[in-house]
């Protein structure tokens, strides 16, 4: 069975950084694409970014707009994880910050993770 466990979360001063990570099992982890998403209270689910399948060095990458120059993705296929390194947080970045994976035409998500980040 294919589990994401997503990890790192906490509260953080505006300005300052988290790191998340994202843990997968059950799965060829090389194989598949990881993306991570969020959501606000009162608002709707959202992609902030994404890596492909593959070695570190040849995936390639997604930002959304609002987090493009902060937020880093990157994955440790060893580790079977997918980190998202979060700079100069903002207020409007805190949500509940979830990954996602498909396998075979199936999604499967995490439980997700709390980021509140104060002013």
């Known amino acids: 069975e294919v589990q994401l466990v997503e990890s790192g979360g906490g509260l953080v001063q505006a300005g300052g950084s988290l790191r998340l990570s994202c843990s997968a099992s059950?799965?060829?982890?090389?194989?598949?694409?990881i993306g991570w998403f969020r959501q606000a209270p009162g608002k709707d689910r959202e992609g902030v970014s994404s890596i492909s399948s593959g070695h570190g060095s040849t995936s390639s990458t997604y930002y959304a707009d609002s987090v493009k120059g902060r937020f880093t993705i990157s994955r440790d296929n060893a580790k079977n994880t997918v980190y998202l390194q979060m700079n100069r947080l903002k207020p409007e970045d805190t949500a509940v910050y979830y990954c996602?994976?498909?396998?075979?035409?199936?999604?499967?998500w995490g439980r997700g993770t709390q980021v509140t980040v104060s002013s």
């Open positions: 996602r994976t498909v396998v075979r035409l199936t999604e499967y």
């Open positions: 059950g799965l060829a982890f090389d194989d598949y694409a």
